[in-house]
């Protein structure tokens, strides 16, 4: 992958995610970490998230069910975010979820609206 890519995928996280998470992920780079990092930006954001085929509304819906199915909660909360940033309601979050409960079980449903509750709504809204 080139360079472009590299421009493209931090361009794409940064809208996505929002630049505190990427500056967060950024200034923890290590030796370690650097490469991969290098390819989450260059893969997964600057050719993945950047084809044609599907617009980033339709991904980030996937990307919530995949990561209820994977049990992946601290990913789950930060695509849950993206979502709202993508423009996905709570009402068509809401539906993602309850459509995991059916292809992933019902506890992993419950542990996704649980997540879903406290990074989404204002804590002032709860009845």
Known sequence: MTDDAYQRGMAVR??????EHVDR???G???LTSDFQDLVTRYAWGEIWTRPGLDRRVRSCITVALMVALNRPEELAMHLRAARRN???LEELREVLLHTAVYCGMPAANHAFRIAQEVLEDRTDRR
């Open 29 to 31: 780079r290590t030796s």
């Open 14 to 19: 940064r809208q996505v995610l929002g630049d």
């Open 87 to 89: 423009g996905v309601t």
């Open 25 to 27: 992920a950024e200034a």
